[in-house]
């Protein structure tokens, strides 16, 4: 699995945007999210990756400046009530630990999540343990990730050992009650 196979199951996830619209206030762009209807300024997403709906379908590109989004090699004029969806940025520690994973472990972990309705997106809290083990040459422990879905609460332990065998272990604990584990080991 390349980077980009990685970054395209990262973009069909549920809730890796923030939707909403934008106006145009007093000589300002203030976006406004859809679920939690809070208002903020436009400008506080400058130079981040922002999707527009124009002609029936999500256009994406990078907030250039409040009012202009550069798609591709051009640059569209945001209008007053425009829908408009800014990409969610991972928790940290979480993103280094995908990155840090490999591919089956990868795969393993994050369609299990969503197969449990969450999304990594989801993540409020995540302790990468791993991270703390870059010059180590045997890696084992336990990291630690709580996803919320607004439905329910998702707590999984990742218990991993690196060293002449691989192993993975992913321990999915809900709010509920139910549990689910899975383990990949390579020889």
């Known amino acids: 699995m390349n980077r980009q196979q990685r970054i395209h199951l ?8 923030t939707e909403g619209s ?6 300002q762009w203030i976006f406004f999210d859809e679920e939690t209807e809070e208002a903020s300024m ?3 997403y400058l130079h981040q990756e922002i999707e527009i709906f124009r002609m029936n379908r999500w256009k994406k590109g990078v907030l250039q400046e ?12 945001l209008r007053d009530q425009d829908l408009v969806r800014i990409r969610k940025h991972l ?10 994973i490999n591919d ?24 990468n343990h791993l991270s703390f ?3 180590e040459n045997r890696k084992d422990g336990v990291n630690f990730m709580v996803f919320d879905n607004q439905e329910q609460i998702c707590s999984v ?11 993975d272990r992913f321990e999915f604990t809900l709010n509920t009650g139910k549990r689910l584990i899975i383990e990949k080991m390579i020889s």
């Open 22 to 27: 934008i106006e145009h206030i007093n000589d």
């Open 157 to 167: 332990q990742h218990h991993f050992c690196y060293f002449e065998k691989i192993s």
């Open 91 to 100: 928790i940290y520690s979480l993103e280094r630990l995908l990155d840090g």
């Open 10 to 17: 990262y973009d069909i996830q549920k809730r890796a945007y």
């Open 42 to 44: 436009l400008e506080e």
């Open 104 to 127: 089956d472990a990868f795969i393993q972990f994050v369609t299990t999540l969503n197969s449990l309705n969450f999304s990594i997106y989801d993540c409020i809290y995540c302790y």
């Open 66 to 77: 409040p009012g202009k989004i550069r798609v591709g090699n051009e640059v569209t004029m």
């Open 133 to 135: 083990l870059s010059d």
